[in-house]
């Protein structure tokens, strides 16, 4: 066994996944209640949209700003390292529904 082969794991820009960070975020006491009800509203929204395959616009532009508030300079924690993996994931879902 060579560590040094061993591939870093990405996940999808997909609403379970961000709703897999959301659930690890209020596990940590991360997440206010409300912040966690517009993920949770956004992210509903999101993957109808994507299973019917349209775009919205405003749904975007939601989920892009939602994401932006999640982006941390400083992801020292897990905590905070898995608040600004969910803002990446918002944003690239939000790119997909443009």
């Given at each position: 066994f060579n560590p040094q082969q061993q591939f870093r794991v990405s996940w999808p820009a997909e609403p379970v996944v961000a709703r897999a960070y959301i659930d690890q975020l209020q596990r940590s006491n991360v997440l206010r209640a409300d912040?966690?009800?517009?993920?949770?509203?956004?992210?509903?929204?999101?993957?109808?949209?994507?299973?019917?395959?349209?775009?919205?616009?405003?749904?975007?532009?939601?989920?892009?700003?939602?994401?932006?508030?999640m982006l941390s300079d400083d992801a020292s924690t897990a905590a905070l390292r898995r608040q600004t993996a969910l803002g990446e994931t918002l944003k690239s879902i939000a790119a997909r529904l443009r």
């Open positions: 912040a966690i009800s517009q993920l949770t509203e956004a992210l509903d929204g999101a993957d109808a949209s994507l299973s019917n395959d349209r775009k919205d616009q405003r749904l975007a532009q939601s989920l892009n700003s939602l994401g932006e508030s």
